[in-house]
């Protein structure tokens, strides 16, 4: 792997308590994860990332926080999680954290103090305003759950800031102390091992809140000041941001005018997401297209981080109107399916009807798309999501491992389990399993092995250039190239439901022996690329050349 890990890394995301329980409280912990690191390996798995391991009321699944410093008691203890990055490290997996401190919980000590009194020491850590601020309505970032961004306390006489909900208190970013409190939470979690953080809603983190301003200012230098700071800890830390904002601001985070890299190292790319699910609601390649070409230039060093589905919804609030319909009446036709007026909580499987099929192609696509690719976990095995469960709950039910009582994942009586496994229809754990999968070569699980080793041996998808090949194709293909110093990779997808020939002749100067390494199926020997037959809903990975010296 390249001086730029993250470049060609797989990323595997998951909350601790749902994955697997070793001590059968209910509630999955540090040890069970522990115990499936080979799992992790076996899958291809290069970083994991863990969502909120902080002490919390958990009243928002661990995002709010009440000490930064610790591992919540229900995963174990800090020796527990030093064992974990040890561990991982003997797999070769790196382990990142989520780092959320645009607020707190408003349990924490630090909020606690604050409102006490106006003389408290931590007073000014949060933003605070002595009338109702003109702007308290606006800027919900939970529209439907969230009734104002402003909200007053009777203790301490005042109106306090949050972004989130009410009891997740802001942060104030202004204050010198509460910048230097963040560094420090960071060089505590590098010093213990973590190699990067992924950074909860970094627009917020540097807005400096003006009480009756909905476009406070935003001090991007604070960036700048993260990312020298983790880098002198240690040089090798990525800072893995998520930041849905307009594209034309988004260069403004990887780095300042000059066109340095010296912010964040990665984004979530959400304007490529939603085009993605446009693209397969449609059958269509054409948004997925319009995103390659509309894609910002980065830095030297920068990445763009893709995926399909995350620990959130789907997040559809960059596409129009009519896109968004589109897309709702594909895979979230009915109301509680949707979530905030803008997504769908609801995973791949189910949304693509569970079609293999098409569930290999959404798959193949992402980790095909230029950046490095983010998986969540259970989706490797093709599990649905419980619509019972409230809100982005829905898509966070416990890991299913086997056959046994719970799926596997805990030995806990069933009314103990932090989320109910799902246990029903065709995506209920008897179903849907490891273990069921692991011993079938034909199982979706195998399936994600495969592909996963071979964009290992591909390396200039995740650290080359990606551009579409722009010749004439038939309707649905999307075909695209990376290029790197290893070489050069040549990827044909099929959206569209028709067997089609492709004609890419025009690359053949370029070939040498060019051989199919991951299809949908044998398609025998390429030739001179003037007749590339693919399946409806199929692909192929083609090894166009390789780099001199690779």
């Known amino acids: 792997m390249g001086d730029r890990w993250y470049s060609e890394a797989v990323v595997y995301c998951l909350d601790i308590d749902t994955y697997a329980d070793s001590d059968g409280d209910g509630v999955g912990d540090i040890r069970g994860l522990i115990g499936r690191l080979d799992y992790l390996a076996r899958l291809g798995v290069t970083c994991l990332w863990l969502h909120p391991i902080h002490p919390s009321p958990n009243r928002d699944d661990g995002y709010d926080v009440t000490d930064f410093y610790n591992v919540d008691p229900r995963f174990g203890t800090l020796g527990d999680f030093a064992e974990l990055l040890h561990q ?144 002198w800890r240690r040089g090798d830390a990525v800072l893995l941001a998520e930041a849905n904002v307009e594209p034309d601001q988004l260069p403004t985070f990887f780095g300042d005018a000059s066109g340095s890299g010296n912010r964040i190292h990665m984004l979530f790319d959400f304007m490529l997401n939603g085009r993605l699910m446009l693209a397969l609601a449609r059958q269509d390649p054409e948004s997925l297209i319009e995103a390659l070409r509309d ?88 599990m649905g999501e419980d619509l019972s469960l409230p809100g982005r709950e829905a898509i966070r039910t416990p890991m299913q491992w086997s056959y046994k009582p719970n799926a596997g994942f805990s030995t806990a009586e069933e009314e103990k389990l932090v989320r109910p496994v799902i246990d029903k229809g065709e995506f209920g754990y008897e179903n849907v399993n490891v273990t069921a999968q692991r011993g079938d070569p034909k199982s979706l699980l195998a399936w994600f092995e495969r592909m996963i080793r071979t964009l290992r041996e591909a390396p200039e998808i995740g650290s080359g250039s990606t551009t579409h090949i722009d010749v004439a194709v038939p309707a649905g293909v999307l075909a695209h190239r990376a290029d790197g110093p290893t070489g050069t990779m040549v990827f044909v997808h099929n959206l569209g439901t028709d067997d089609v020939e492709v004609d890419l002749s025009s690359l053949e100067p370029e070939a040498d022996l060019p051989i199919d390494v991951l299809t949908d199926r044998g398609y025998g020997e390429l030739g001179k690329l003037g007749a590339v037959k693919v399946s409806g809903h199929g692909y192929r990975w083609i090894r166009l050349c390789r780099g001199r010296g690779f």
Do not use: C
């Not at 103090?113 to 931590?122: E, F, I, Q, T």
């Not at 230098?221 to 020298?228: D, I, K, N, P, V």
């Not at 693509?352 to 490797?380: C, M, W």
């Open 88 to 231: 991982a490290q003997n797999r070769g997996i790196r382990v990142i954290i989520d780092l959320v401190v645009n607020h707190t919980s408003d349990e924490h000590p630090w909020f606690q103090s604050a409102r006490s009194s106006p003389d408290s020491p931590y007073r000014d850590w949060f933003v605070w305003s002595d009338t109702e601020p003109d702007d308290r309505h606006q800027g919900m970032v939970f529209p439907g759950e969230q009734k104002e961004t402003w909200s007053y306390d009777r203790t301490a006489k005042a109106w306090f800031y949050h972004r989130f909900y009410k009891f997740q208190p802001d942060l104030n970013f202004a204050n010198p102390q509460v910048r230097a409190e963040v560094k420090k939470i960071m060089s505590f979690w590098l010093q213990l091992g973590v190699s990067g953080f992924r950074m909860d809603a970094v627009p917020f983190i540097i807005e400096l809140t003006e009480p009756g301003n909905p476009d406070s200012p935003k001090d991007f230098e604070f960036l700048t000041e993260m990312r020298q700071h983790v880098q």
């Open 295 to 382: 894609t910002p230039k980065l830095p030297v060093g920068g990445q763009w981080a893709t995926f399909l589905r995350n620990h959130d919804e789907i997040d559809l609030s960059r596409l129009t109107t009519e896109q968004r319909n589109q897309v709702y009446a594909e895979f979230g036709p009915d109301e509680n399916m949707r979530i905030y007026d803008r997504g769908i909580r609801r995973r791949l499987a189910p949304m693509l009807g569970n079609d293999r099929r098409r569930i290999e192609l959404a798959y193949a696509l992402q980790f095909s798309l230029r950046g490095t690719p983010v998986l969540r976990y259970g989706e490797e095995i093709g």
